[in-house]
């Protein structure tokens, strides 16, 4: 009897010393060519067999330890290819996708993105997790860390390494050296989710900008009379430019327009490198070797910055404005200003019929946009008309419909011939104006052509020849 206790307290202590090494294990970053402890794969390990697997359960195998998030199109588009490659060579290596997110999310995507719900992904997903992201600081994603059998971090890359021929050369001995992913983040604080954290309260009116960036772009107001309290942009110079240009013209930070923007530099280099007009909105290269760079994490290395500034309390928007284009003026060879320009217009209008089907049953507000449809609930139809400022390329649109009060309105597009669903959000597409002609006029709102004189965010280069014009003054 007494043998039999012994025994199970000896297992219960073996348990206990291992849920507990789960619960606090040791946070702290680790580099190439640390020898990992046993993590655990977030708070439960989908798709394997033991759900409460961690690290030294794949001991003997190669681990791919591939960070993401289901708001990553990237990611998600990257999804079938690391599937192929655990298909072939799943008898070496183990890939594991770890996110933050919940298990519930994480399924809907996988059956419900047109992209991948028909790829068999089965490969484990690491949920909720937390510690990893912790032994393995990032700023930008996809995040990719490579484990060698014996549990050493062999690799801190990029998604873009991960390719057929490298995952060969590493099972047979060939390749050990990867292509460093430095996000900058051993340089600077990550601010997490909150921009303000960290900053002295006392502190009314501050501006940095430093290297690194994880694509991020918003604003936070005062609660006593809803001035902006601080702005927080990282991106690229040219993008940075457009998001304080839209914010201030349209009231979203959104995606960049051609159709809100002049490109005027004559300096070639210059061109090349911030503002190729050549390039894929956002004027990013998609293939390497790209001037003088040989792969992604060295272009976005000396090209994607963070710029944070904060302002004392009811400081007015075109004030803010102006010190803003200041600084970012004095960063970069590339120059911004604000002009006027003569563009063709949608107006929208409505006929006798249209408060009545766009009457809102109230309730709270919703996400605008998804991957197929763009939607207000129980607000103004200013806010749908900001919403569609979000497109890539939409015409300037303004409402003249007379309309006063919330609203309901949801165009579906997609059954619209100019989506992609690997480009991921709806606001990502072409704005297909034969599908939200179609849409509104089942709420009674039609669409009239105008030309009318808009605002335009005009990038430039100070050289001779080339100088500034007269800026449209914001309204």
């Keep these: 009897m007494l043998k039999q206790v012994i025994i199970v307290l000896a297992v219960l202590a073996t348990f206990l010393t291992k849920a507990l090494g789960q619960q606090t294990p040791d946070a702290k970053p680790y580099a190439?060519?640390?020898?990992?402890?046993?993590?655990?794969?977030?708070?439960?390990?989908?798709?394997?067999?033991?759900?409460?697997?961690?690290?030294?359960?794949?001991?003997?195998?190669?681990?791919?330890?591939?960070?993401?998030?289901?708001?990553?199109q990237p990611?998600?588009?990257?999804?079938?290819?690391?599937?192929?490659?655990?298909?072939?060579?799943?008898?070496?290596?183990q890939f594991i996708a770890v996110t933050s997110d919940t298990e519930k999310n994480v399924r809907r995507l996988l059956s419900r993105s047109e992209v991948i719900k028909d790829a068999g992904i089965a490969i484990p997903f690491a949920v909720q997790d937390s510690v990893l992201r912790k032994a393995f600081p990032h700023r930008i994603i996809p995040h990719v860390i490579v484990i060698s059998p014996e549990g050493v971090v062999q690799g801190i890359t990029h998604g873009e390494e991960i390719?057929?021929?490298?995952?060969?050369?590493?099972?047979?001995?060939?390749?050990?050296?990867?292509?460093?992913?430095?996000?900058?983040?051993?340089?600077?604080?990550d601010p997490g989710n909150d921009p303000d954290r960290g900053v002295d309260s006392m502190l009314l009116w501050s501006a940095?900008?430093?290297?690194?960036?994880?694509?991020?772009?918003?604003?936070?107001?005062?609660?006593?009379?809803?001035?902006?309290?601080?702005?927080?942009?990282?991106?690229s110079p040219l993008n940075m430019f457009y998001k304080v240009f839209s914010l201030f013209t349209v009231g979203v930070m959104g995606n960049i327009n051609p159709q809100r923007l002049q490109v005027d530099i004559k300096d070639p280099a210059t061109r090349m490198r911030y503002a190729?007009?050549?390039?894929?909105?956002?004027?990013?290269?998609?293939?390497?070797?790209?001037?003088?760079?040989?792969?992604?994490?060295?272009?976005?290395?000396?090209?994607?910055?963070s710029y944070n500034a904060s302002f004392p309390p009811a400081t007015p928007d075109s004030l803010i404005l102006t010190y803003v284009f200041q600084d970012l003026n004095k960063a970069w060879p590339i120059k911004g200003e604000i002009v006027s320009e003569t563009k063709r217009c949608y107006l929208i209008r409505a006929d006798k019929e249209a408060r009545t089907l766009l009457e809102s049953t109230g309730g709270e507000p919703i996400a605008p946009f998804n991957h197929t449809t763009v939607q207000i609930k129980n607000q103004p139809i200013s806010e749908f008309v900001k919403v569609l400022a979000w497109f890539a390329d939409g015409p300037p649109i303004f409402d003249e419909s007379g309309i006063e009060g919330p609203i309901d309105i949801e165009i579906d597009f997609s059954q619209s011939e100019l989506r992609n669903p690997r480009r991921g959000l709806i606001v990502n597409n072409p704005l297909d104006m034969v599908v939200l002609e179609k849409e509104l006029k089942r709420y009674g709102l039609y669409l009239v052509e105008e030309e009318r004189e808009v605002p335009v965010l005009r990038i430039y280069d100070e050289v001779p020849g080339n100088e500034k014009t007269a800026s449209r003054p914001l309204k």
């Design 32 to 72: 190439v060519g640390d020898t990992l402890p046993d993590l655990p794969l977030g708070s439960y390990l989908m798709n394997f067999g033991n759900p409460q697997a961690t690290l030294n359960d794949f001991r003997g195998k190669y681990v791919i330890l591939d960070f993401w998030e289901t708001f990553c």
């Design 276 to 305: 190729n007009k050549d390039l894929p909105i956002p004027f990013l290269p998609n293939s390497f070797p790209y001037l003088h760079y040989a792969n992604r994490m060295e272009y976005e290395a000396e090209n994607l910055f």
């Design 163 to 189: 390719t057929d021929a490298n995952m060969a050369a590493m099972l047979s001995g060939s390749k050990t050296d990867w292509l460093v992913k430095d996000d900058g983040i051993a340089k600077q604080p």
């Design 75 to 93: 990611c998600i588009n990257a999804l079938p290819k690391v599937q192929a490659l655990q298909d072939r060579y799943g008898d070496e290596m």
């Design 208 to 235: 940095q900008l430093k290297k690194g960036a994880q694509g991020r772009a918003r604003i936070t107001r005062y609660e006593q009379d809803r001035s902006i309290r601080t702005i927080n942009l990282e991106v």
